[in-house]
């Protein structure tokens, strides 16, 4: 610990010397002395390392307490000691509310002395290492931008579909923190047939995340080897399921649309049912056929499931993000209402019914902190 003390005095540098030698000699303590408060400017301008400044009030050429403004302007850690004479409480009242940590009076007693720096040592210490920690978040939320910004480049934009007119989708991931676990994606598996998908990963936060980016790539990778919908899923969980220390799974619902004559073809693995919001005017949840999720049971088998799509009707997807939103008085917003404010909406776009319906659910969550990533899809059959 390197200290700089500041006096007129001629003998107190002689005294501290003489006081703290076995301190000085074993290299625990460093001083650095100055006969006023410009000197100790010029001395905290050459000498590096400076941590604690012991400083008298009353000095010529520049006091202490102007000296205690000046080390209030400097961009480094500094803990300072006043050292007044008895009585002189306005003065180091003065000195407190300029930044001072300490004080002491004339004559000085230097067993208080030293339990007065080591007590400012260790506040030293501990503003050190506050500002390491505050470094470190800082880093890494530096970091965490940044993986948000790539996990938000690997999700689909609808642009990647073309210039097709017979299909419309649209869709929109909002993590609960930094990074999330759910995922969406779509793709077309060869001009007449497009692939969509829509999961969410158990946990929050970077295992979420790396372990979406894990699940994306294994069912993405094997639905372009043309494999059907239940075959994905099952090849994908058997992977996931080898080492899975972490015990982590996902929740997957994967459709392949048939754009020539509406034919969806389906397998979901243990995830929210899609709405099929119909031409006549209904919503209908989709048949829940079973499979379980992926990462769980190494070996499951999934089964798969049709349906057809009229010209113009839509299918949304969604995650239990909305579904298990809560309001501030900690209800759900659950599949009923999500239902019925489908209902109210049939004729909106893809785009427009996934932004109205986040829409709903903020607003029904209003005054409560978003606990669960929030993803919505949307798509509309228009041959």
């Given amino acids: 610990m390197k200290m700089l003390v500041v006096d007129d005095e001629q003998d107190i540098e002689l005294l501290i010397r003489q006081k703290f030698r076995r301190q000085i000699r074993d290299g625990e303590y460093e001083f650095v002395f100055a006969s006023n408060g410009l000197d100790a400017l010029e001395k905290l301008r050459t000498e590096q390392g400076i941590e604690i400044i012991l400083t008298d009030i009353n000095m010529p050429v520049m006091d202490g307490l102007t000296l205690l403004m000046k080390v ?20 180091i009242r003065t000195a407190m509310n300029r930044g001072a ?26 503003i050190k290492e506050a500002m390491q920690e505050h470094s470190q978040l800082e880093a890494m939320h530096h970091e965490l931008d940044i993986a948000r910004t790539m996990q938000q480049s690997v999700l689909p934009s609808t642009g990647t ?46 295992p979420a995340a790396l372990y979406m980016m894990l699940s994306r790539s294994l069912v993405r ?65 989709l048949e829940q056929i079973g499979g379980p999720m992926l990462g769980a049971w190494e070996g499951a088998t999934y089964t798969e499931a049709t349906f057809t799509m009229k010209p113009s009707e839509s299918l949304f997807l969604y995650t239990d993000g909305i579904t298990e939103a809560e309001s501030a008085e900690r209800e ?18 893809p785009m427009e019914l996934v ?26 059959y228009r041959p």
């Fill in 101 to 126: 940590f300490d004080f002491l009076m004339k004559p000085i007693d230097f067993d208080d002395l030293e339990i007065t720096i080591d007590k400012t040592r260790k506040q030293v210490e501990q």
């Fill in 72 to 91: 209030g302007e400097l961009d480094r850690v500094l803990r300072a000691v006043v050292v007044s004479a008895y009585g002189d409480l306005g003065n």
């Fill in 355 to 380: 932004n109205s319906m986040i829409e709903a659910v903020n607003a029904f969550s209003a005054g409560a902190q978003q606990s669960d990533d929030i993803t919505a899809m949307a798509l509309r």
């Fill in 221 to 285: 990778s094997r639905a372009h080897r043309d494999l059907s919908p239940a075959r994905c899923l099952k090849e994908a969980n058997d992977v996931l399921c080898v080492n899975n220390a972490t015990s982590m799974f996902v929740t997957l619902f994967y459709g392949i649309l048939d754009l020539r004559d509406g034919v969806v073809r389906y397998c979901n693995g243990g995830h929210n049912s899609p709405f099929h919001l119909r031409w006549d005017g209904g919503v209908q949840a």
């Fill in 332 to 349: 759900f917003f659950t599949t009923e209402r999500l239902e019925t404010a489908l209902e109210k909406r049939l004729n909106l776009t």
């Fill in 161 to 206: 579909l073309g210039d097709r007119n017979d299909i419309d989708l649209h869709a929109r991931m909002i993590a609960a923190r930094e990074i999330g676990g759910d995922f969406y994606d779509f793709f077309m598996l060869d001009q007449d047939r497009l692939g969509f998908i829509i999961a969410d990963v158990s946990g929050k936060g970077i």
